[in-house]
Nanobody, 120 residues
Framework: QVQLVESGGGLVQAGGSLRLSCAASGNIFKINDMDWYRQAPGKQRELVATITRDGNPNYAESVKGRFTISRDNAKNTVYLQMNSLKPDDTAVYYC??????????????WGQGTQVTVSS
């Protein structure tokens, strides 16, 4: 069993910054891709950023140049640094982590979600 704990959401003014964290624990042999998604009210969940085990990132066009995804493999943690936040970034943010457990079993786990609200 694997647990994900997210933290770092909150209320911020437009132009401000927040840093989200998502820490995985439990039966972990290794972690492959780690992603951040978000879901705004009335909208579908969308992929914001992803990072491979080797640290290669990719971003949605809407956040390029403002958000930075990173990871600490020793701590089984993924981060999302969000700068120059806009009201359109308001959403619940979820981490999604692909875990390989003992004995060999690979599956994706979701975090509980953390609310990010950007006021204008």
């Amino acid at each position: 069993q694997v647990q994900l704990v997210e933290s770092g959401g909150g209320l911020v003014q437009a132009g401000g910054s927040l840093r989200l964290s998502c820490a995985a624990s439990g039966n972990i042999f290794k972690i492959n891709d780690m992603d951040w998604y978000r879901q705004a009210p009335g909208k579908q969940r969308e992929l914001v950023a992803t990072i491979t085990r080797d640290g290669n990132p990719n971003y949605a066009e809407s956040v390029k140049g403002r958000f930075t995804i990173s990871r600490d493999n020793a701590k089984n943690t993924v981060y999302l640094q969000m700068n120059s936040l806009k009201p359109d970034d308001t959403a619940v943010y979820y981490c999604n982590v692909v875990v390989v457990s003992f004995p060999y079993n690979e599956r994706a786990y979701w975090g509980q979600g953390t609310q990010v609200t950007v006021s204008s």
